[in-house]
């Protein structure tokens, strides 16, 4: 919640320390974790049975801090991405419905892989070869479904119901992902500090409205001057103009 609200993945250029260490150290601690189980399994190290089980310990509390490490590194890669072409476009709407695409691809690979279901993994030669590649083709199939639910201007499912479980039967925009734009801005008179401004006249603050999606009308007159990459965090500081 911290970082979604900071906005650490919105704006990484502004957290890129923060993201390093994060990537450095999540990964580096889980690496280190399950170095030990690793060499257990491939036979380099040989332990007793207590020292194995105290090994996959080991390895399932470390693999814990992979997860924050691998949001930092797409962090990091974000920032090298300066135009959309076809693989960010491809990706971006699996990632506009990442609770969909999570949930199909672990129902898809309970109903192929497990043994009690197709049990698909153990009815060719290799299981490992086998399991890897039903898992990109489920992968690639979950970018195609939401590659056309973007067409069609539709949320995932899961974010459907997500969303009337958090607003309501009636609250909240269901559709595509929410697409925010600046439609105008309008001035609001600030009281005057006398002390500061010494006797002239009050100064305007500018701020800006955000409209709720693109179905909202625009004004071209009454766009804001103030739109650029950092208005965001401009805004949040109050912008005075002295009148003349």
């Known amino acids: ?24 150290l999540g990964l580096g601690v889980a690496v280190a974790g399950g170095l030990p189980a690793a060499l257990v399994s491939a036979g380099w190290l040989h332990v007793n049975e207590s020292a194995a089980g105290l090994m996959l310990m080991l390895h399932g509390a470390s693999g814990m801090f992979a997860g924050p490490g691998y949001v930092a590194v797409f962090g990091l890669i974000t920032m090298r991405v300066t135009r959309s072409g076809p693989v960010v476009g491809a990706l971006s709407p699996l990632g506009q419905r990442s609770l969909s695409g999570y949930l199909f691809q672990s129902v898809a690979w309970l109903v192929l892989l ?92 500018r701020r800006t409205r955000v409209s709720a999606g693109p179905s909202a009308s625009h004004d071209a007159d009454r766009v804001c001057p103030l739109q650029d990459s950092n208005l965001r965090s401009r805004l949040r500081r109050p912008v005075l103009y002295p009148l003349s």
């Open 1 to 24: 919640m911290w970082a979604a609200r900071s906005r650490v993945l919105e704006e990484p250029a502004r957290h890129k320390t923060l993201l390093r260490w994060t990537a450095v």
């Open 114 to 205: 497990a043994p009690f279901t197709l049990a698909l993994g153990g009815r060719f030669g290799s299981p490992t070869v086998t399991g890897l590649i039903i898992a990109v083709a489920v992968w690639l199939v979950t970018v195609l479904i939401a590659r056309l639910l973007d067409k069609r201007e539709q949320a995932g499912p899961a974010e459907i119901v997500l969303r009337r479980l958090t607003y309501g039967p009636g609250g909240g925009a269901i559709g595509a992902p929410e697409k925010r734009r600046i439609v105008g801005c309008h001035v609001v008179k600030a009281r005057p500090r006398h002390h500061r401004w010494h006797g002239m006249a009050p100064p305007e603050r």
